[in-house]
């Protein structure tokens, strides 16, 4: 799919399709809305007064075959409340848009720029949202499908947003470049997450990172089971005996142009996630090819960072392995050492995304970073806590962690902060080593954030995104359908962009 922009009147385009739009509460249409009213003769100020339209938030109105305009329909969307406009609410406009005029059977559409009039929107985020809402919400996947393409399929080939003044194109143009580029970070992630575990193993995974990194222009080095073994990563070792497939540590490097420390990026990647001896029940196991989501979610926003050129120094981690059971499988009351020489006893080895994650922080460490971020399908109970909209945010980092906050909110992955109370460490406590790697069901989000804590030597700021909740979708949401919704990767990017500017 295409995405352009030029300058115009859209009431004058001749597409398949238009979108204008009204907040909620308006009494008269406005700026490209009020150009297209006239050219109707007055129709969407009718509707407006006949109530047939509230501008509520993704409500949609068709106007099919109309005389006055040069495309073959106009489609009407609403904001809502103009006070409460967001670039995620664009998102989602965008997207609901474009999935409507798909399935109607548009191939070439033309916008508004929404939220960049009365909305006070600048028009380089607007554009930004428009192409992330509409390339997130076209997303498909198809690998699987027998049913092959007979040139029926209905699909947009292109998108033009029309923007009268000719003062915003350079500044649109650039919004819609940056939306491409961090939505396919997300589409790329979630192709990652969404792949049946077989056809995505650690190697292959190892394979698709070395596949992007050279497209995106990272370094990339994958470290096999005998360099980990030479690190003494007991974590991954330990998680990954049960499977034959051998376990995989994923090292992407953007160098930019700013000189200092590197922000470091950890990812768990869990290609299939069994619960190992400790047996997950058998109904929903089919998502657990998604138990890599965090990994996929560093990949992709590695290759956004990278096209985006942003001038900081970024690493990223991604240990990954199965979780398997078997004769050799790892299995409650062992004792595992992490790369840093803690030893931590298993008490339930479902709980094995913190192990690699310990050697994944450990390994961070040793490269000095000004700041680690890691990201993890952690516990179940985030899931009960926040549930699907919120990704827990915890840390060693005030500042850090507001950063992370601030651009959660931008990218509208959101996150939610939960206390590292020294507390909560007691409910780790081993009697035979230095921890247990679960502390029970009680605040297990927070004693999950605790385990990882004893991994990040004192002085390295530290974030975790516990995504065990909001990586999933159950389902279709306006810019994500169901399935691995390739949650952080955008975050990730967002926050990096922050430190650059």
């Known amino acids: 799919m295409k995405l352009t922009v030029k300058q115009g009147d859209i009431a004058k385009v001749k597409d398949d399709a238009i979108v204008?739009?009204?907040?909620?509460?308006t009494k008269k249409p406005g700026g490209a809305t009020a150009a297209v009213d006239k050219a109707l003769g007055g129709i969407i100020s009718k509707i407006i007064k006949r109530d047939d339209f509230a501008g509520k938030l993704n409500q949609t109105l068709f106007l099919p075959h109309v005389e006055g305009v040069g495309a073959e329909?106009?489609?009407?969307?609403?904001?809502?409340?103009?006070?409460?406009?967001?670039?995620?609410?664009?998102?989602?406009?965008?997207?609901?848009?474009?999935?409507?005029?798909?399935?109607?059977?548009?191939?070439?559409?033309?916008?508004?720029?929404?939220?960049?009039?009365?909305?006070?929107?600048?028009?380089?985020?607007?554009?930004?949202?428009?192409?992330?809402?509409?390339?997130?919400?076209?997303?498909?996947?198809?690998?699987?499908?027998?049913?092959?393409?007979?040139?029926?399929?209905?699909?947009?080939?292109?998108?033009?947003?029309?923007?009268?003044?000719?003062?915003?194109?350079?500044?649109?143009?650039?919004?819609?470049?940056?939306?491409?580029?961090?939505?396919?970070?997300?589409?790329?992630?979630?192709?990652?997450?969404?792949?049946?575990?077989?056809?995505?193993?650690?190697?292959?995974?190892?394979?698709?990172?070395?596949?992007?990194a050279k497209k995106a222009g990272l370094s990339c080095t994958i470290l096999d089971l005998k360099d980990i073994k030479k690190l003494k990563m007991g974590g991954v070792l330990g998680v990954s005996r049960g499977s034959h497939e051998e376990p995989k540590f994923i090292i992407l490097e953007h160098k930019g142009k700013k000189k200092g420390k590197p922000v470091v990026l950890v990812g768990k990647a869990i290609t299939f996630d069994s619960g190992g001896i400790s047996l997950k029940p058998g109904q929903?196991?089919?998502?657990?090819?998604?138990?890599?989501?965090?990994?996929?979610?560093?990949?992709?926003?590695?290759?956004?960072?990278?096209?985006?050129?942003?001038?900081?120094?970024?690493?990223?981690?991604?240990?990954?392995?199965?979780?398997?059971?078997?004769?050799?499988?790892?299995?409650?009351?062992?004792?595992?050492?992490?790369?840093n020489g803690k030893t931590m006893e298993i008490i339930n080895t479902d709980a094995e995304g913190r192990l690699i994650l310990a050697d994944g922080l450990s390994y961070a460490c040793t490269l000095k970073p000004a700041a680690i971020i890691d990201v993890a399908t952690l516990t179940g109970a985030c899931a009960v806590a926040l549930g699907p909209e919120a990704i827990g945010l915890m840390g060693t980092d005030e500042g850090l962690i507001e950063k992370v906050r601030k651009a959660s909110e931008t990218t509208g992955e959101r996150a939610w902060p939960l206390p590292l109370w020294d507390e909560y460490s007691e409910l780790i406590k081993s009697d035979i080593?230095?921890?247990?790697?679960?502390?029970?069901?009680?605040?297990?989000?927070?004693?999950?954030?605790?385990?990882?804590?004893?991994f990040v030597e004192k002085g390295i700021p530290w974030a975790h995104l516990d995504i065990a909740g909001t990586a999933w979708n159950s389902k279709d949401k306006p810019y994500l359908p169901k399935g691995p919704s390739g949650i952080g990767a955008r975050l990730l990017t967002e926050f990096v962009a922050g430190l650059a500017d």
Do not use: W
């Open 433 to 454: 080593a230095d921890m247990k790697n679960t502390g029970g069901k009680d605040g297990g989000a927070i004693t999950a954030g605790c385990f990882l804590k004893n």
């Open 284 to 339: 929903g196991m089919e998502q657990m090819k998604y138990d890599m989501s965090g990994g996929a979610a560093v990949i992709g926003a590695m290759t956004a960072i990278a096209r985006l050129k942003l001038p900081q120094h970024v690493i990223g981690l991604v240990p990954s392995c199965e979780n398997m059971p078997s004769g050799t499988a790892y299995k409650p009351g062992d004792v595992l050492t992490a790369m």
């Open 73 to 212: 329909r106009v489609l009407l969307i609403g904001l809502g409340k103009q006070e409460e406009l967001t670039v995620d609410r664009i998102r989602q406009v965008a997207a609901k848009s474009a999935k409507l005029l798909k399935d109607a059977g548009a191939k070439s559409i033309s916008t508004v720029l929404h939220g960049a009039g009365e909305g006070n929107i600048a028009p380089d985020q607007a554009a930004q949202a428009i192409a992330e809402g509409i390339t997130l919400g076209l997303y498909e996947f198809k690998r699987y499908k027998s049913e092959k393409d007979n040139g029926n399929k209905k699909k947009i080939d292109e998108v033009t947003i029309v923007e009268f003044d000719a003062t915003r194109i350079d500044a649109i143009k650039k919004g819609i470049a940056r939306g491409e580029i961090m939505a396919e970070a997300n589409c790329l992630s979630r192709d990652l997450a969404i792949t049946p575990s077989s056809d995505m193993t650690p190697t292959v995974l190892a394979d698709e990172a070395k596949k992007a």
């Open 20 to 25: 204008v739009n009204l907040f909620e509460g």
